[in-house]
């Protein structure tokens, strides 16, 4: 068998992609060398249903090429095969002849080297631990219909040079963790699906209280299946919501952090994800809330899984304030639709994978804190609910048409929190006429919502975190209840 | 491309080398060329080429088993895998997922239709007819168009240390296409997709075109107004909203709590005239294949016939957990991130054909929408089917023998319910395959009674 000559370093051969590229007469060319390890089990009913031992490894590259952006990855460390698929990638790209030519703005020239800070690195912990603490885990769930646990150990080692000069070794380091529960009742089962994600080494596990929290989980859903009801009252009349920072990250994700993607605004996912309502709006002037609504993007807040120092366009990450005080702030933005925005990247360009091309993403997205206590904003509520935690959710691809469906919730009557449980109270309104709505915001942030975020073609699930205060809304109609 | 008979060395030395240290062991070597055009506002974004050489392994070691899915170069490569599988599969506990493979040797029958001899060079125009596909639907009315186009390309061997052998080779695209007039409201799809690309360049086209026309007219969509309408719903929704009920008629969906067709066989789910079947073998198919992933032969299984559930799909663990036969619908499937795991899973979903015309499905004597696409399907319960969905693009209000477009709804209701009211069948059956349909799902237009439409309240 013939096999062509294997370049051992990955390292070596992205530098080598850099030279390739320019050679054919690239102007910008950017290699990504990704190597990616996961360990994983699976459960059901607390059975092992399977266990992976799965590595990847690869070179993700981009080439600009009179104006028209090409892309191509190998997962063999092979130069003649490096060599055929940029060549492919920039035929490619010079024969799209884009009518606008791709601008990445200023060079960008950062050398560093930064990775997810852990106590005891995942790569140390051996498979019995991490057996015993599946074991715990499935231990919390029993007793349900059906509960799957999953488990996946993954660690990420990343190098990226570009013909600019930048050159960022980094590593990432998730526990990323998820069930599927099912809580039967007599008068129906309820589901959810759970994201339990984690960032950083092993010892997050007992930082975060995970089996504690995964206990909790399970008592609520119980609680949910077996005394949620329908209360046609709520129906009636608008009524005021108070949401906990679950449903809080869930919104701060999708009604805000998505329509504030640079290249949706700009019409670069309309096929897939979709466009943005902030298309028509202006940045700076453009009300869509409340002035109790201040929402942020921050990937520069350790031990989260949008944690990062540098993008994948080796651009230095910091804040990004999207709302302020109910007003259009900022846009996510990476080289590209920063140049186009005139404002420069913000650092949101990430890839999930050596094969993907880094786009606009969130990282951790958020409603900054208020001035309330979680007390103080339920005190005058007269009639309302206490959204702790959704299951189905969706939102158009503008983002502006939003549907929250509750899975634990509760009767608020005359400033207090009753035993009631209300079942199913559904949340559908409009972008606007929610944020709208907020009147108030707790001091208590939390990123309850680790998520993993679906955008680009082909689809790159994304590890991101989402939260705030609890929030109250004033004089919502309810969509539907029961 | 690396020949067959490469790949067939690599697969050959995984089988001897991992026969020695396991009970059972099957090697899948698979390589990979494949190509993306995305663009969008009438421009190309970015030409995308993904050059891929991997090894998948099952093995076996007791009742205890183990995979793994990473890129090789050498047989050396194939060592260090079977070498890492087996270490970590001695340490992991028994499997309650596993009950046998396939141990039969068999001939496997060749499938026409199912490679493109001309995919190469057809790579290399596709951004030439990118650029036709936009100005198509520009032509149509359109004013900006976005989309992406796919071309694949693979070849594989196959071996297992039980018997089995087998090597295949197939090419496919799937083609999305959005036309957008200047406003974010008024939208349309167009959707192709196939084996043979190179052959298909009318056919995108007129996805470009259709994409165009219903772009206009969604022109002037007002608000639609909730309640309860019989729906009509284009193959590109019904094979998300009810080809997923075929496509759960899986074990491994049930036992997951992810299925509604639990204790639902031989019951009447659907009218007489649905039939639907999980059909690795139909002509042009985008996940055809001759063998499923353990050997065992492929064949047509009707899962609903004359609207009763029939049968589920099967690999040899749940044909034998379940007391059945395997249907041959073996497939090595993700479960969680980077993790695979051997399950039953469907190739193509497949629904005959109906026999009314659109304009017959469209002559209604009571207020009926059309749903032209939608997006971001999600449940509130598997089991029981609870769920929304939200259509997107062009979508009419069908009343008094008129259209007029309409928006800003959503469909909130039970995906079992709909499909027990599915009322009539079109006579355009399709294949689907796009960001929501991640099924191959061949399927005409359908018309539902009574379904819930719902909006934002505020």
Redesign the interface.
Known sequence: ????S?MKDGKDLAEHCIDFGQKLGADYVEARYVN?T?????F?NG????????????IGVRVLVDG???????????KN?AE??IT??T???R??????P?DLGESVTNVAKWKMETKQSLQDVD??TI?DLCTEANQQMAGL??F?F???A?VIDKYLVTSEGTKIDSQLSYL?M?A?L?AQAPG????RFLDLTLAGGWERIKESNFIENVKNEVERLRKSAESAVKIDELMTQPIDMVVGPEVAGIIAHENVGHPSEGDRI???????A??S?W??LKIGKSRVGSDAVNVSEDPTIVETAGHYVYDDEGVKSRKRELIKNGILHEPLLNREFGTKFGMGSNAAARATAF?R?PIIRMANTYFEPGDYSFEELVEDVKLGVFMRSF????????RY???Y?GSEAYLIKNGEITDTMVK?PIM???SV??LS?VDAVSKDLRFDFPGTCGKG???Q?TPVYAGGGDIRFRE?????VG | MTSTE?LK??GDYAINYGSKRTDAIIARVVQTEN????????????????????LELFIVMGEK???????????EDVKKAVD??VS??E???????YAGLEDATHSYRELKGEYDDKIDSF??????VI?SVIDEAVREGAK?V???L?ITKQNFFFKSSLGPEGSSKGTTYDL???A?QEE?DYSG?GLDCGTIPSQSEKSMLEAGAKAGQLSKQAIGAVQGTPGTYDLILSPTVAANVLGSIPESANPFYI????SPLQDRMGEQIAPEFVTASEDPLFTGGLRSTPFDWEGTPSRTTNIVEKGVLKSLIHNTTTARMFDAESTGSSRMGD???????LLPGASNIVFDNGNHSLEELMDVTKPTIYVTCN??????????G?????P?DAMFLVEKGEMKPIK?M?I?DNTMRMFANIDALGNDRTQVYW?EVQTPTVISTMRIRDCKM?????
């Open positions: 068998m013939k096999l062509a294997i990616d996961t360990r994983s089990l699976a059901r059975m092992l249903v399977s266990g992976g031992f799965t590595p990847s490894l690869g028209s952006m090409g892309f191509c990855s190998f997962d063999r460390l092979e095969l055929g698929a492919t990638a035929k490619m790209a024969n799209a002849k884009r009518k606008e791709i498979i019995e057996k219909a059906s799957v999953m488990f996946n993954n990323l998820y599927i099912t129906g089962s309820e589901q700009m019409g670069r996912e309309g096929a897939q979709g466009e309502f298309r028509d094969n091309e299951q189905e959710w969706n939102i158009d691809d503008r048409q939003s549907k469906t199913r559908e309104t409009t006429g929610m709505a073609d082909p689809m699930g919502i109609r309810l969509g539907g | 490469n060395t690599l190509s993306q055009i995305r663009f969008s506002q009438s421009n190309i974004d970015i030409s995308k080429r993904w050059e891929a050489l991997k088993t183990g995979t793994t899915d990473r890129p090789i170069t050498s047989v890492d599988t970590f599969t340490i992991l506990p028994d499997s309650m997922f790579a290399e125009i596709a951004p030439e650029n900006r976005a989309g992406a796919m999305n296409v959005r957008l974010l799809q036992m997951m709590g992810m479960v969680g991130v980077g993790m695979k795991m997006w971001y399907s999600r449940f509130q319960n598997y089991q029981t609870e769920f929304s969905t939200i997107r800003n959503r909130s960001w719902t909006a934002a309240t505020q």
